[in-house]
């Protein structure tokens, strides 16, 4: 597509939404009529909708608290970790402490970096991501996963690191769990 087209569709719609909260705005403080002269009561309205949301905003993160991608819940889930990967990333590369795990098995990766912000990630033979975490210089961040299948997986950098960052992959080999050694 052409980008002066792009950059056009782009214009008429922020100048519309720039118009639209101008509008929102300068009628904010206007009183909201409702039948014949009365008025809405905001300040009532906003007494009882904001303590709504926030019960209804802590409910939702409590519940969904578990299912985020923290270590701690994810060994809940899967298991204590039975393999164990050292990994550095570095510009361009990854340094793996193994490159062959076993399937089945809850697998952690203790993640960091030597120089700067990188993106952990793992794909299926498909090209599906799997999961992710941040490499980061000075800290190490910890991930487990449970590889479902024997096969080949391919770790990528997602965090843009440089000039060669589209070359920042390597690939894991997973077996079936009686073949590898934890």
């Known amino acids: 597509m052409n980008a002066w087209l792009v950059f056009a569709a782009f214009a008429v719609v922020a100048g519309i939404w ?5 509008w929102i705005v300068t009628h904010a403080r206007s009183p909201v009529p409702t039948k014949a002269g009365e008025e809405f ?9 904001l303590p709504l949301l ?5 409910v939702l993160f409590v519940t969904s608290l578990p ?7 994810r060994v809940r889930r899967l298991g204590a970790p039975v393999a164990h990967v050292a990994v550095t990333g570095l510009q361009w590369t990854w340094q793996l402490d193994r490159d062959t795990l076993p399937a089945g098995v809850p697998v952690e990766f203790a993640v960091t970096s030597r120089d700067v912000n990188h993106g952990f990630a793992i794909y299926d ?6 999961t992710q975490v941040q490499a980061m210089p000075n800290y190490t ?24 960052h589209h070359v920042m992959q390597t690939t894991l080999v997973v077996t079936g769990a009686a073949g590898a050694h934890p």
């Open 141 to 164: 961040n910890r991930l487990v996963y449970r590889f479902p299948a024997p096969g080949s997986y391919v770790i990528r950098c997602l965090e843009y690191c440089g000039i060669a």
């Open 41 to 49: 009561d905001l300040a009532g309205a906003r007494r009882i909708l």
């Open 125 to 130: 033979s498909v090209g599906r991501l799997l």
């Open 67 to 73: 299912r985020l991608p923290y270590v701690h819940a």
């Open 18 to 22: 720039t118009v639209a909260w101008i």
């Open 54 to 58: 926030c019960t209804v905003a802590f």
